[in-house]
């Protein structure tokens, strides 16, 4: 008996407005009762439209990580983790999910082909952007090695060229104790995780089903990076 077919995945035709208008009121509006009252606009413009573009954006990159199959994907709840936190306001000011690799742990201490952020801040990009310290030793490990170390370069200097930003949740002011400063690759072993953000989004995708191919584009020229990171993820 055959397969059933996979369902087609939701279709993506745009988040509610270019400028995440509803984020900047909900930063003003940090109450309950508020955004009680609008979650309905919170879901159909925002939540829905995520959930539709990563998938739809999963479907597309299948076939680009063969090695590195891909897992469902996942998209950040709107409510804020106050328990240790000074400030207390229940809600995020923006929308946040991304596609990890299939048995990845879920959260930022893995590779992901893409992550996707908007609201009051925007933010779209791939790779490794928080290191547990096991992580992080592999890492310089490897930028260190000649052979792989040559081969990252490579690929950061292709990134770059292309208008990529390299980015980490940290970095040192100096390179690691006993490495020579003017090592080739010092500013790499500077950094404590390693992602790019893709070049800039223009305002008018957000509204718009090319999203998803300028999405698609920009993972698929950012997979060397994520593939390297994942080689040292095991």
Known sequence: M?????????????????NGKFFGVLARNQ?????????????????TPMKALLAEVRTRLEPLYDHDPLAEPKVFRIHRDVRFSKDKS????????????????RGPNQPVPVYVQLGTETFVGAGHYMMEPAQLARFREAVLDDAQGKTLA?????????????VSYDALKKVPRGIDPAHPRAELLKRKSLAVEFPTLPKRLVTSRKFVDWLVDRVDQSRPLVEWLAELSG
């Open 2 to 18: 055959a397969k059933s077919a996979r369902a087609e995945p939701p279709r993506f035709d745009g988040f509610a407005d270019r």
């Open 154 to 166: 490579r690929i950061v200097a292709t990134l770059e060229k292309a208008k990529f930003r390299l």
């Open 90 to 105: 229940p809600y995020k000011t923006h929308i946040g999910g991304y596609v990890p690799l299939a048995g990845a742990a």
């Open 31 to 47: 109450r309950r009762e508020w955004f009680a009252m609008h979650k309905e606009e919170y879901e159909e413009g925002w939540l």
